[in-house]
């Protein structure tokens, strides 16, 4: 599967962005979809996860009750709703996505094997 990362953008601290992952090659419901971000210096971070089937959802704890992660499987697109952004959400965000049963290591990186390109969101203060 081929992923499309866009949305992002320069944004005031307490503004919001919705970032879309558009997906195609595969069927996008047989992929678990998750949002990683990485910041100049730092390494790449857990954003969100949906799992495949189930559609449950995760999150990493700096964002947990500001992102909400979506899909839209009709469409082929994975969406990623952040609000009250702030400085430190600055960074290259990536979609990414698992064919495979990984229900329980959706945080991991090395779990997903295809990424999109990153999309830059920069929030100032």
């Known amino acids: 599967v081929q992923l499309q990362a866009s949305g992002g953008g320069l944004v005031q601290a307490g503004g919001s962005l919705r970032l879309s992952c558009a997906a195609s090659?595969?069927?996008?419901?047989?992929?678990?979809m998750a949002w990683f971000r990485q910041a100049p210096g730092h390494e790449r971070e857990f954003v969100a996860a949906i799992r495949r089937g189930s559609g449950s959802t995760s999150y990493g704890d700096s964002v947990k009750g500001r992102v909400t992660i979506s899909r839209d499987n009709a469409k082929s697109t994975g969406y990623l709703q952040m609000n009250s952004l702030k400085p430190e959400d600055t960074a290259v965000y990536y979609c990414?996505?698992?064919?495979?049963?990984?229900?329980?290591?959706?945080?991991?990186?090395?779990?997903?094997?295809?990424w999109g390109q990153g999309t830059l969101v920069t929030v100032s203060s």
């Open positions: 990414a996505a698992s064919g495979t049963d990984i229900a329980s290591s959706v945080n991991n990186r090395w779990a997903y094997a295809f």
């Open positions: 090659g595969r069927t996008f419901s047989r992929y678990t």
